[in-house]
Every structure is written in structure tokens, then in C-alpha cells.
């Protein structure tokens, strides 16, 4: 249990850590007043003064806050006229120190995968083996078939292959697939497969892509973009409601059920392994957190793009008390959710 918190604490201290850095390099490239860049949420347990800046460690490592100067009512050092202060800055100074936190989440994802792909094997989208009497055989598909495309999703490693069938809800699929150099297109519909609880199409990879000099960046992105349309997809599933409670999950469960189970399952094969598979956690929790963060709502960075965006439209900003008021509906509709999800963590956990 130990370990697991103290990797829990790394884990997502460093996508939390990347996130503020954004905001926080970007502000200081704007002029704005960074009054406070603290990792973590509740009391503080740390806390130094370093310029006119406030670093601070809190006791929860479940979030982090970079707090401009001006920013939601926050006093201006020198009053409403302060030139530090978040609204007096050039509104595409203020959109990019706002847009900063998520793109350096995504960043930090590449660079990750980048390490990553030294090191893992990545199943190309080859197909290796057609089952007997499966849709894929009786489409025409062979062992040798490189699969290009399900639907019009390009599909560039196995990964994206598997997401597809967990995500399809069964139907008709067109698939692109490529054979001694030449481009076809068939039809077939996947069968539902109740073990597994998704549908298949009666093909298996498990050839290694080949992953060689500038292979390493192609790659990297590759399993990035995987990532990124995980998240999409589950977003989808979620507001579709095909995703269950127990499928949902916090940072207790996050920590217990994600990292708990993996390290306990991989630590058989040596700390290396264990590792690569903590940076993969890590690479999908930067990846959700920056995709999440730029939902068009209340209190996170999308919403304030979207009043920093009518600003440009308008020629002239949101009265600031209003805009309070909407991200401040916004952090109480979300700290309700949190208590949710962490009494269902709980649930799930312990039930």
C-alpha cells in the first residue's frame, strides 16, 4: 500500500505540476501577477515566498491551483488599475496563459511516450490471423492485411484496432485495408461476444511494429493520439450511458484500482516493468486531464476560453462579475461531484 501512494503522490503530482507550469510560465511571459503556485488542494503543509510569488504544497495530492492576480475577485496588488493584474493583460496574452495548462499536459504526454516507445513493443495493425467463419473471412480478409481504416478512422497501430471494437455498438463496418501494396474496401459486421463484452470481427495481431529512428516520434504519437480518442470515446459512452458507476472513477480509485492493481500485477517482472507501466498510467492521466480541462464549462480552462473568445468577438469583456458568478457555480457543481465520486470510489472499492 505504501508504495502504491507514494507512486499515486508521483504520479499525479507530475501531471498536476505540468498543468500549473503552463499557466504559470506563460503568465509570467504576459506580465501577469502569479500570486500563488501550489500542488495540491486543502490546508497547506508548505509553503515559500520566492518574488511575489507564493509556492505552496497542500495536504490532498489530488489537484493544484496557479492564482493570477485579478483573477475571479481576487485583490489586485495595487487595486483594479494593477498592470499585473489577470484582466488588464492583452485578452491573446490571457487566452494563451489559460490554453497553456492543457497543452502542456499533452506535452508532457509526448514526452512520455517518446521514453516509452524505446522500450515497449507496439502491435502493428497486421493482421496476423482470420478466424474460421468469422465476418473478417467471410469479407475477404487475409493474414498479411495491414488494416488502414474502420469506419474512417484511420487506425495506425493495434491499439486502435481494440479500441474500436470496445467502443463499436455493432452494425455494418467499413474497413480500408492494404494488401502487396494495393489500397481495398470491404464490408462486415462485427459479432457480439459476451465473454469479452464487445464486438469482433474474427481477426488477431500481434505482429511487433518496427520502431526505428525518426520511428520513435511517429510512434510516440501514435500511442499519444490513442489516448486522446480513448478519452473521447469514454466521454461519449458516458453521456450515451453506457458506462456504469463502477466504471467510473477518482482519485481513490485511481489509486487503489489503477495504480494498486498495476503495480501489483507487474511487479512480478522487475521494477523496469513496473516503471514503463507507472508512465503509462501517467501518459493517460495527462492526456484526460488536458482534454478535460478544455470542456467549454464552468470553472476549468475551457470555460474562461469561452468568455476570453466572446471578448475578442465583442471588442470588450464579460463584466467580470458575472463571469464570477458562472465559474463560480461551476467549482460548487464540482466539488458536489467530487464528494460523489469519491463516496463511489469508496463503493467500489470497499463495497
Not at 89 to 97: F, L
Not at 281 to 305: C, H, Q, S, W, Y
Request: one cysteine or more.
Amino acid at each position: 500500500m505504501v508504495v502504491t501512494i507514494i507512486f499515486f503522490i508521483v504520479i499525479f503530482g507530475l501531471v498536476v505540476i505540468s498543468h500549473e507550469f503552463g499557466h504559470f510560465l506563460l503568465a509570467k511571459a504576459n506580465g501577469i501577477h502569479v500570486v500563488e503556485f501550489s500542488v495540491g488542494m486543502g490546508p497547506k503543509i508548505f509553503s515559500f515566498q520566492k518574488g511575489d510569488t507564493v509556492y505552496a504544497l497542500r495536504l490532498l495530492p489530488i489537484g493544484g491551483a496557479c492564482m493570477f492576480e485579478g483573477e475571479d475577485g481576487l485583490d489586485a496588488k495595487e487595486g483594479e488599475g494593477s498592470k499585473g493584474a489577470f484582466p488588464n493583460a492583452p485578452v491573446w496574452g490571457r487566452i494563451s496563459t489559460v490554453l497553456a495548462g492543457p497543452l502542456f499536459n499533452f506535452f508532457l504526454g509526448i514526452i512520455i511516450a517518446l521514453i516509452m516507445v524505446q522500450f515497449i513493443a507496439i502491435t502493428d495493425n497486421r493482421v496476423t490471423e482470420v478466424s474460421e467463419g468469422s465476418p473478417a473471412e467471410a469479407a475477404g480478409l487475409q493474414a498479411g492485411d495491414r488494416i488502414l481504416s474502420l469506419d474512417g478512422e484511420r487506425t495506425c497501430i493495434g491499439s486502435d484496432i481494440t479500441l474500436f471494437t470496445l467502443s463499436t455498438r455493432g452494425g455494418p463496418v467499413e474497413v480500408r485495408y492494404e494488401r502487396d501494396g494495393q489500397k481495398y474496401t470491404t464490408t462486415l459486421e462485427p459479432l457480439y461476444n459476451a465473454e469479452e463484452d464487445r464486438y469482433l470481427m474474427g481477426i488477431s495481431l500481434g505482429e511487433q511494429a518496427e520502431v526505428k529512428g525518426l520511428g520513435n516520434l511517429k510512434y510516440a504519437w501514435y500511442e499519444m493520439r490513442y489516448f486522446v480518442r480513448a478519452t473521447f470515446k469514454s466521454l461519449g459512452m458516458l453521456i450515451g450511458g453506457r458506462v456504469g458507476r463502477e466504471d467510473v472513477a477518482g482519485p481513490v480509485g485511481i489509486a487503489v484500482n489503477v495504480v494498486g492493481k498495476t503495480y501489483e500485477e507487474t511487479r512480478q517482472y522487475g521494477w523496469f516493468t513496473v516503471l514503463l507501466n507507472m508512465m503509462n498510467i501517467t501518459l493517460m492521466l495527462t492526456v484526460n486531464l488536458g482534454i478535460l480541462n478544455l470542456l467549454p464549462l464552468p470553472a476549468l480552462d475551457g470555460g474562461r476560453l469561452v468568455f476570453l473568445l466572446l471578448e475578442v468577438f465583442r471588442g470588450k469583456p464579460i463584466p467580470p462579475e458575472k463571469e464570477g458568478m458562472v465559474h463560480l457555480a461551476g467549482l460548487v457543481f464540482f466539488l458536489a461531484l467530487m464528494v460523489v465520486v469519491f463516496f463511489n470510489d469508496l463503493v467500489n472499492v470497499f463495497g
